[in-house]
């Protein structure tokens, strides 16, 4: 059973920082491209960064460039997908989800070519 499981949102003041994680098994998710995206409620989900099977490549979101870092770990049979967020704004305020896109060579920043997804997570950002 294919799942993706994301951990680490809460509560965070403006300027503070949060790691978010994300667990994926139940297939061979090493050769993927992962990706964090991002929604608000009457809003489309957006993208965040995303970063390719190897680790060699990534790719962030204007919005988040310098602040966010994305991270992966394919050491194991459940891939863990992590992202640093530093100097949190209050417009970071969102459910976080991560998914993956079965191309693992190309760094998408379209949410149509993630096929699999997480549940999200909740992050919210005091002023």
């Known amino acids: 059973q294919v799942q993706l499981v994301e951990s680490g949102g809460g509560l965070v003041q403006a300027g503070g920082s949060l790691r978010l994680s994300c667990a994926a098994s139940g297939r061979a998710f090493g050769s993927d491209t992962m990706g964090w995206f991002r929604q608000v409620p009457g809003k489309e989900r957006e993208f965040v960064a995303g970063?390719?099977?190897?680790?060699?490549?990534?790719?962030?979101a204007d919005s988040v460039k310098g602040r966010f870092t994305i991270s992966r770990d394919n050491a194991k049979s459940t891939v863990y997908l992590y992202l640093q967020m530093n100097s949190l704004k209050p417009e970071g305020t969102a459910v976080y989800y991560c998914a993956t896109d079965t191309d693992g060579r190309v760094v998408s920043a379209s949410r149509f070519t993630y096929a699999y997804w997480g549940q999200g997570t909740q992050v919210t950002v005091s002023s």
């Open positions: 970063i390719s099977w190897s680790g060699g490549r990534t790719n962030y």
